[in-house]
Nanobody, 122 residues
Framework: QVQLVESGGGLVQAGGSLRLSCAAS????????MGWFRQAPGEERKFVAA???????YYADSVKGRFTISRDNAQNTMYLQMNSLKPEDTAVYFC????????????????WGQGTQVTVSS
């Protein structure tokens, strides 16, 4: 089993920044793909960004140029630096892990964190 714990969410004004963290523990050696997804009220969960522990990064068009995904292999931690935040970025942000390479499809992920709320005020 792999446990994922997100942190770093909060309330920020439009144009501001936040950095989310996702700490992984347990049998992490079996995972490669890691992703961030978000779910706004009344909407489906959507892909934000993903990477492989072995390399490779991919972003949703809606966050490209504003968000940066990164990882610290030694700490088994993934980050999401969010800049130039917009009210439409308001959502619960989830991190996820999978045994194969990263994917934009949430159903392909094996492990999920509990989520962290990000609220961007206008």
């Amino acid at each position: 089993q792999v446990q994922l714990v997100e942190s770093g969410g909060g309330l920020v004004q439009a144009g501001g920044s936040l950095r989310l963290s996702c700490a992984a523990s347990g049998r992490t050696f079996g995972t490669n793909g890691m992703g961030w997804f978000r779910q706004a009220p009344g909407e489906e969960r959507k892909f934000v960004a993903a990477l492989n522990w072995s390399g490779g990064i991919y972003y949703a068009d809606s966050v490209k140029g504003r968000f940066t995904i990164s990882r610290d292999n030694a700490q088994n931690t993934m980050y999401l630096q969010m800049n130039s935040l917009k009210p439409e970025d308001t959502a619960v942000y989830f991190c996820a892990a999978k045994r194969g390479p990263y994917s934009v499809y949430e159903r392909s992920y094996d492990y999920w964190g509990q989520g962290t709320q990000v609220t961007v005020s206008s």
